[in-house]
């Protein structure tokens, strides 16, 4: 399981994160949603160790190992994965080349690239990611619709135990939304990956259907609940937990 307890951080000596506790079990859809600045990026940051985001407290373990001591790359191999809120445009290097280098860093070589192509392309089938995208740059000139389903689709690819995917329906018309979730769904069974899902909009919680939902507000988890807080905040919103 990926657990977060009673996490502390800071950025430039700034405290944000004031002890967040969530547990994710594998094959669990966790979301958290909760107002703009509340800390949600924060905690997704945090967890994939970027460097100025400054842990003060608390522990976060990956399957019984404390991940906090662990560079970013050395998180992503042991199975963390984390969908950017803003995904970066990288000129020059294709999705599949990308796609290539990161699995064979996690898995090994493979064996045939032409085979890894072919996976691919049935990948960005199946999530509706268009079949010229996976030849392009990375991010280079796609649609804001298109990045987020790209970050699916190397999600996809990469097969992690625990993924983290941050805002990736914000943007999105409501048709999209719904083939993003069935993504994440569809992978979830697939591979038994634990799920969480930052979001700003109650409108993605009906197709995803979450476990869990948790409200966060000024760096702390407020409230938290199963399947039936869920459908009451998939009608009325968090506001009123705010
Ligand atoms: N790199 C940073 N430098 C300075 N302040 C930051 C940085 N990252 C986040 N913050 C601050 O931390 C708070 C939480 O931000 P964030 O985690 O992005 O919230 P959310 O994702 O919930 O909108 C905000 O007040 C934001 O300005
Ligand atoms: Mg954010």
Redesign the pocket.
């Known amino acids: 399981m990926l657990k977060i307890h009673n996490v502390q951080v800071s950025?430039?000596g700034?405290h944000?994160l004031n002890g967040v506790d969530i547990e994710i079990k594998p094959g669990e859809i966790h979301a958290i949603m909760?107002p703009?600045?509340?800390?949600?990026?924060?905690l997704a940051y945090t967890l994939a160790g970027h460097p100025?985001y400054h842990v003060d407290g608390g522990e976060i373990g990956l399957d019984g190992i404390n991940i906090l001591d662990q560079s970013p790359d050395l998180r992503a191999r042991s199975g963390l994965f984390l969908a950017f809120q803003y995904p970066v445009e990288i000129a020059g290097v294709s999705v599949q080349n990308f796609l290539r280098v990161a699995y064979e860093a996690k898995f090994g070589k493979l064996k045939s690239i032409i085979e890894f192509r072919k996976h691919l392309q049935e990948l960005a089938e199946e999530l509706h990611v268009k079949k010229e995208l996976v030849e392009r740059s990375l991010n280079d000139g796609f649609s804001g619709g298109e990045k987020k389903r790209v970050e699916i689709l190397q999600m996809a690819a990469l097969q992690p135990k625990y993924a983290v995917l941050d805002e990736t329906d914000s943007g999105l018309d409501v048709d999209a939304i719904k083939t993003i979730a069935e993504g994440v769904r569809a992978i979830v069974k697939k591979h038994k990956t634990g799920v969480i899902v930052i979001t700003h909009y109650q409108r993605i919680l009906k197709y995803l259907k979450p476990d869990k939902v948790h409200v966060m507000v000024k760096g702390k988890i407020i409230k938290s609940g199963g399947k039936s807080f869920a459908q009451e905040l998939e009608k009325s919103g968090y506001a009123a937990y705010v």
């Not at 703009?36 to 924060?42: I, R």
């Open positions: 950025v430039e700034k944000i909760g703009n600045g509340s800390g949600k990026s924060t100025k």
